[in-house]
Protein backbone atom coordinates (compact mmCIF):
# COMPACT_ATOMS: atom_id res chain seq x y z
CA UNK A 1 0.00 0.00 0.00
CA UNK A 2 2.01 2.93 -1.50
CA UNK A 3 1.78 6.84 0.01
CA UNK A 4 2.77 9.28 2.31
CA UNK A 5 1.64 8.81 5.95
CA UNK A 6 2.61 11.53 8.62
CA UNK A 7 2.45 10.77 12.39
CA UNK A 8 0.83 11.66 14.83
CA UNK A 9 -2.27 12.97 13.78
CA UNK A 10 -2.65 15.79 16.79
CA UNK A 11 -0.17 16.39 18.70
CA UNK A 12 -0.29 18.79 21.79
CA UNK A 13 2.86 21.00 22.76
CA UNK A 14 3.36 23.07 25.81
CA UNK A 15 5.38 26.23 25.12
CA UNK A 16 8.87 26.09 25.36
CA UNK A 17 9.25 22.13 24.25
CA UNK A 18 10.76 21.02 21.28
CA UNK A 19 7.89 18.78 19.19
CA UNK A 20 8.97 16.25 15.76
CA UNK A 21 6.50 15.44 13.13
CA UNK A 22 6.92 12.52 11.25
CA UNK A 23 6.68 12.10 7.41
CA UNK A 24 7.52 8.69 5.49
CA UNK A 25 6.70 8.20 1.99
CA UNK A 26 7.61 4.27 0.38
CA UNK A 27 7.20 5.95 -2.81
CA UNK A 28 10.35 6.27 -3.81
CA UNK A 29 9.96 9.84 -4.68
CA UNK A 30 13.17 11.98 -4.55
CA UNK A 31 11.46 15.37 -3.64
CA UNK A 32 10.28 16.00 0.03
CA UNK A 33 8.21 19.24 1.00
CA UNK A 34 6.91 20.30 4.31
CA UNK A 35 4.42 23.23 4.56
CA UNK A 36 2.09 24.84 7.13
CA UNK A 37 -1.25 25.61 7.02
CA UNK A 38 -3.34 28.44 8.53
CA UNK A 39 -6.91 28.94 8.39
CA UNK A 40 -8.04 31.40 5.48
CA UNK A 41 -4.77 31.08 3.93
CA UNK A 42 -2.70 28.69 1.17
CA UNK A 43 0.44 26.65 1.87
CA UNK A 44 3.19 28.26 3.32
CA UNK A 45 6.29 26.17 2.40
CA UNK A 46 8.75 25.29 5.32
CA UNK A 47 11.69 23.36 3.69
CA UNK A 48 12.52 21.31 0.91
CA UNK A 49 14.73 18.29 -0.06
CA UNK A 50 15.71 17.14 -3.51
CA UNK A 51 18.08 14.46 -2.41
CA UNK A 52 19.23 12.63 0.57
CA UNK A 53 21.36 14.66 3.09
CA UNK A 54 20.76 18.04 1.65
CA UNK A 55 17.60 20.73 2.62
CA UNK A 56 16.80 23.87 1.62
CA UNK A 57 14.74 26.80 3.43
CA UNK A 58 11.26 27.35 2.02
CA UNK A 59 9.63 30.57 2.88
CA UNK A 60 8.77 30.46 6.10
CA UNK A 61 11.68 27.99 8.02
CA UNK A 62 12.31 30.47 10.97
CA UNK A 63 11.86 28.53 14.09
CA UNK A 64 12.31 25.28 12.16
CA UNK A 65 14.44 22.39 11.53
CA UNK A 66 14.64 18.84 9.56
CA UNK A 67 16.76 16.17 8.58
CA UNK A 68 17.02 13.77 5.53
CA UNK A 69 18.93 11.07 6.31
CA UNK A 70 17.08 8.38 4.36
CA UNK A 71 14.77 8.87 1.17
CA UNK A 72 11.97 7.89 2.74
CA UNK A 73 11.89 10.13 5.51
CA UNK A 74 11.93 13.84 6.29
CA UNK A 75 10.93 14.43 9.74
CA UNK A 76 10.20 18.56 10.91
CA UNK A 77 11.45 19.58 14.36
CA UNK A 78 9.37 22.80 15.39
CA UNK A 79 11.04 24.51 18.00
CA UNK A 80 10.92 26.53 21.02
CA UNK A 81 11.91 29.29 19.08
CA UNK A 82 8.75 29.08 16.56
CA UNK A 83 6.71 32.00 18.17
CA UNK A 84 3.35 30.69 16.90
CA UNK A 85 3.47 27.04 15.83
CA UNK A 86 -0.35 26.19 15.84
CA UNK A 87 -1.29 24.96 12.23
CA UNK A 88 -2.02 22.12 10.39
CA UNK A 89 1.31 20.60 8.93
CA UNK A 90 1.04 18.95 5.84
CA UNK A 91 4.21 16.71 4.12
CA UNK A 92 4.41 16.23 0.38
CA UNK A 93 6.68 14.04 -2.12
CA UNK A 94 7.43 14.35 -5.59
CA UNK A 95 9.33 12.08 -8.44
CA UNK A 96 11.28 14.21 -10.10
CA UNK A 97 12.62 11.58 -12.12
CA UNK A 98 9.78 11.32 -14.73
CA UNK A 99 9.54 15.03 -15.35
CA UNK A 100 6.59 16.53 -13.80
CA UNK A 101 6.01 18.44 -10.88
CA UNK A 102 3.22 17.07 -8.77
CA UNK A 103 3.49 17.28 -5.41
CA UNK A 104 1.42 14.14 -3.82
CA UNK A 105 0.16 15.49 0.04
CA UNK A 106 0.04 13.14 3.96
CA UNK A 107 -3.23 13.39 5.73
CA UNK A 108 -1.44 16.19 7.81
CA UNK A 109 -0.13 16.86 11.29
CA UNK A 110 -2.67 19.19 13.57
CA UNK A 111 -0.30 20.89 15.97
CA UNK A 112 -2.05 22.98 19.10
CA UNK A 113 0.54 24.39 21.56
CA UNK A 114 -0.94 24.49 24.80
CA UNK B 1 -12.73 17.59 11.46
CA UNK B 2 -10.99 20.77 11.28
CA UNK B 3 -11.69 23.63 9.15
CA UNK B 4 -8.94 24.76 6.95
CA UNK B 5 -10.23 27.65 5.74
CA UNK B 6 -13.23 29.69 8.13
CA UNK B 7 -12.93 32.69 6.17
CA UNK B 8 -12.58 32.05 2.43
CA UNK B 9 -14.70 32.52 -0.41
CA UNK B 10 -16.97 30.06 -1.08
CA UNK B 11 -19.14 28.47 -4.04
CA UNK B 12 -22.93 27.35 -3.05
CA UNK B 13 -23.86 24.95 -5.93
CA UNK B 14 -27.15 22.76 -6.49
CA UNK B 15 -25.98 18.87 -6.54
CA UNK B 16 -26.17 18.08 -10.61
CA UNK B 17 -25.14 22.01 -11.85
CA UNK B 18 -21.71 22.49 -12.95
CA UNK B 19 -19.52 24.39 -11.05
CA UNK B 20 -16.84 27.01 -12.12
CA UNK B 21 -13.87 27.74 -9.84
CA UNK B 22 -11.76 30.53 -10.69
CA UNK B 23 -8.03 31.67 -9.52
CA UNK B 24 -5.38 34.48 -10.28
CA UNK B 25 -2.13 33.17 -10.63
CA UNK B 26 0.94 35.77 -9.67
CA UNK B 27 3.80 34.87 -12.12
CA UNK B 28 3.84 34.94 -15.71
CA UNK B 29 7.07 32.85 -15.69
CA UNK B 30 4.80 30.32 -14.10
CA UNK B 31 4.62 27.13 -16.66
CA UNK B 32 2.59 24.53 -15.11
CA UNK B 33 -0.43 24.55 -12.60
CA UNK B 34 -2.42 22.29 -10.53
CA UNK B 35 -5.33 22.03 -8.69
CA UNK B 36 -6.17 20.19 -5.28
CA UNK B 37 -9.02 19.03 -3.51
CA UNK B 38 -8.85 19.29 0.53
CA UNK B 39 -11.56 17.92 2.44
CA UNK B 40 -12.01 18.88 6.46
CA UNK B 41 -8.97 17.59 8.38
CA UNK B 42 -7.17 16.03 4.88
CA UNK B 43 -4.47 16.52 3.18
CA UNK B 44 -4.83 18.00 -0.75
CA UNK B 45 -5.55 15.74 -2.99
CA UNK B 46 -4.61 15.84 -6.51
CA UNK B 47 -7.52 16.68 -9.19
CA UNK B 48 -5.95 17.67 -12.50
CA UNK B 49 -3.00 19.46 -13.91
CA UNK B 50 -2.21 22.01 -16.87
CA UNK B 51 0.99 22.68 -18.25
CA UNK B 52 1.17 26.45 -19.85
CA UNK B 53 1.55 25.03 -23.53
CA UNK B 54 -2.01 24.08 -23.03
CA UNK B 55 -5.08 26.36 -22.47
CA UNK B 56 -7.54 23.54 -21.45
CA UNK B 57 -7.34 20.07 -20.55
CA UNK B 58 -10.07 17.68 -19.40
CA UNK B 59 -10.27 14.48 -17.02
CA UNK B 60 -13.11 12.94 -15.43
CA UNK B 61 -15.92 15.31 -14.45
CA UNK B 62 -13.27 17.97 -14.35
CA UNK B 63 -11.68 20.15 -16.96
CA UNK B 64 -9.09 22.79 -16.23
CA UNK B 65 -9.12 26.28 -18.52
CA UNK B 66 -5.50 28.55 -18.73
CA UNK B 67 -6.05 32.09 -19.60
CA UNK B 68 -2.06 33.12 -20.10
CA UNK B 69 -3.34 36.49 -20.96
CA UNK B 70 -4.99 37.48 -18.27
CA UNK B 71 -2.99 34.82 -15.45
CA UNK B 72 -6.17 33.26 -14.72
CA UNK B 73 -7.01 29.49 -14.40
CA UNK B 74 -10.48 27.85 -13.48
CA UNK B 75 -11.69 24.65 -12.82
CA UNK B 76 -14.91 23.14 -14.08
CA UNK B 77 -16.63 20.61 -12.56
CA UNK B 78 -19.68 18.69 -14.10
CA UNK B 79 -22.45 17.61 -12.38
CA UNK B 80 -21.13 18.64 -8.98
CA UNK B 81 -21.85 15.94 -6.39
CA UNK B 82 -22.06 16.13 -2.56
CA UNK B 83 -18.43 14.12 -2.30
CA UNK B 84 -17.36 17.45 -3.97
CA UNK B 85 -17.97 19.89 -1.25
CA UNK B 86 -14.76 20.44 0.05
CA UNK B 87 -11.91 23.48 -0.43
CA UNK B 88 -9.98 23.56 -3.66
CA UNK B 89 -7.07 25.24 -4.15
CA UNK B 90 -4.28 26.38 -7.14
CA UNK B 91 -1.23 26.34 -6.96
CA UNK B 92 1.88 27.51 -9.51
CA UNK B 93 5.47 26.47 -10.27
CA UNK B 94 7.23 29.42 -10.87
CA UNK B 95 10.23 27.46 -12.30
CA UNK B 96 13.55 25.74 -10.47
CA UNK B 97 12.98 23.06 -8.04
CA UNK B 98 9.75 21.91 -8.19
CA UNK B 99 8.20 24.80 -6.07
CA UNK B 100 4.82 25.28 -5.65
CA UNK B 101 2.92 28.31 -4.76
CA UNK B 102 -0.35 28.26 -3.48
CA UNK B 103 -3.55 30.11 -3.90
CA UNK B 104 -5.90 30.87 -0.74
CA UNK B 105 -8.63 28.45 -2.28
CA UNK B 106 -11.71 28.65 -2.62
CA UNK B 107 -14.66 26.64 -0.47
CA UNK B 108 -17.67 24.24 -2.54
CA UNK B 109 -20.57 24.10 -1.16
CA UNK B 110 -22.61 21.53 -2.95
CA UNK B 111 -26.41 21.75 -1.77
CA UNK B 112 -28.91 18.69 -2.61
Known amino acids: DGGITQSPKYLFRKEGQNVTLSCEQN?????MYWYRQDPGQGLRLIYY???????QKGDIAEGYSVSREKKESFPLTVTSAQKNPTAFYLC?????????????FGPGTRLTVL | GESVGLHLPTLSVQEGDNSIINCAYS??????FIWYKQESGKGPQFIID?????DKRQGQRVTVLLNKTVKHLSLQIAATQPGDSAVYFC???????????FGAGTRLAVHP
Open chain 2, 50 to 54: IRSNM
Open chain 1, 92 to 104: ASADLAIGTDTQY
Open chain 2, 27 to 32: NSASDY
Open chain 1, 27 to 31: LNHDA
Open chain 2, 91 to 101: AENTGGYNKLI
Open chain 1, 49 to 55: SQIVNDF
